[in-house]
């Protein structure tokens, strides 16, 4: 599994959002943004993120901790976009990814306040 993170983690960093939610997102994902449901399937978060992501200029993406027990891994990463109006949005996020069969079954996204 810890290859299967990396690879995430590499394509993340690289703003391929799309391509790893092809990629590792499991057909019917559940996917929750501060314990609300974003989507239920694959399609549905490939379909939401794909609007926000067309208006993005640049990533700028750093992972800042990777922790895997069993199944589960928790990775926390800083992002910094540059929107196309060159306005920049920058956060950090705790992702708690659920994995099976080489796919991400569940996925809890938490914003995290910096300090």
């Not at 983690?9 to 501060?34: P, S």
């Not at 589960?72 to 949005?89: A, C, H, P, R, V």
């Not at 990814?97 to 569940?106: A, D, E, M, P, V």
Request: hydrophobic residues 35%; contains cysteine; charged residues 30%.
């Amino acid at each position: 599994m810890k290859d299967l993170v990396a690879d995430f983690v590499l394509m993340n960093t690289a703003g391929l959002v799309l391509q790893l939610c092809e990629k590792y997102y499991d057909e019917n994902v559940l996917m929750l943004n501060n314990g609300v449901v974003f989507a239920k399937s694959m399609e549905e978060s490939y379909e939401k993120q794909k609007r926000f992501i067309g208006s993005v200029k640049e990533f700028d993406v750093k992972l800042l901790s990777s922790k895997i027990e069993g199944n589960i891994s928790e990775l926390i990463f800083q992002y910094k976009m540059t929107g196309e109006d060159s306005e920049i949005n920058e956060f950090t996020g705790k992702h708690i990814q659920t994995w099976k069969n080489g796919k991400i079954i569940r996925e809890e996204y938490y914003p995290i306040e910096r300090t």
